[in-house]
């Protein structure tokens, strides 16, 4: 068990499987730092591995919304509030996350698609250990997906945690999903 695992993720619906990674650095570490990418909102430029990472539909939630979301759903799921805190992990600016992350600091990360390995390269090149959790398995559940389904009025509730469904529709961010699909045309 290391003392300071990171996680880091978008986060952009925080869903069940987002929890059960969150979840599996957890029982490495001692003391976790859930890092939000992208945490200014939209990136400033498009990743080549993940082109629709820009785009304002896929985005809907400020870095606050994400913070409290993955909060009530880590105290939800029983971590303890003290064994964790979440911060800005600006991976598109890698050279800033050293200002963010304790440099002994072991990222654990999932690779599911080639923006995966671009993230295990940027963190390696920066110095940190990283522990790949596990690579390349089919996801079942994705933000895009929720993202659509939240846009389509279909149902979501059952890919979120309980804590996220709350947030999400009190605080009306579904709406919002809504209007930037109609936007983007993509629903």
């Known amino acids: 068990m290391v003392e300071t695992g990171v996680v880091c993720g978008r986060f952009q619906i925080f869903h069940k499987e987002h929890l059960q990674y969150v979840l599996s650095a957890k029982e490495q570490c001692s003391y976790l730092l859930v890092g939000i990418t992208s945490p200014d909102g939209v990136p400033g430029h498009e990743e080549k591995a993940d082109r629709n990472r820009g785009k304002r539909a896929a985005n809907p939630c400020t ?7 993955i909060r009530n759903a880590l105290l939800e799921a029983g971590v303890k509030r003290e064994e964790f805190d979440i ?3 600006p991976i598109e ?6 200002s963010y992350v304790p440099e002994d600091a072991c990222h654990f990360i999932t ?11 940027r963190i390696e090149e920066m110095g940190y250990p990283v ?3 596990w690579e390349n398995i089919p996801k079942h559940i994705s933000s895009t997906m929720i993202r659509q389904a939240i846009g389509r009025n279909c149902q979501w509730r059952q890919y979120v945690p309980e804590a996220t469904y709350e947030y999400i529709t009190t ?8 209007g930037l699909l109609k936007e983007e045309d993509q629903i």
């Open 63 to 69: 870095y606050y919304e994400r913070m409290c979301i």
């Open 87 to 89: 911060i800005p992990y």
């Open 93 to 98: 600016r890698p050279k800033f996350i050293k």
């Open 111 to 121: 690779i599911l698609d080639e923006w995966g390995y671009c993230k295990k390269d």
């Open 131 to 133: 522990v790949v959790l």
């Open 171 to 178: 605080h009306k961010i579904d709406e919002r999903i809504s």
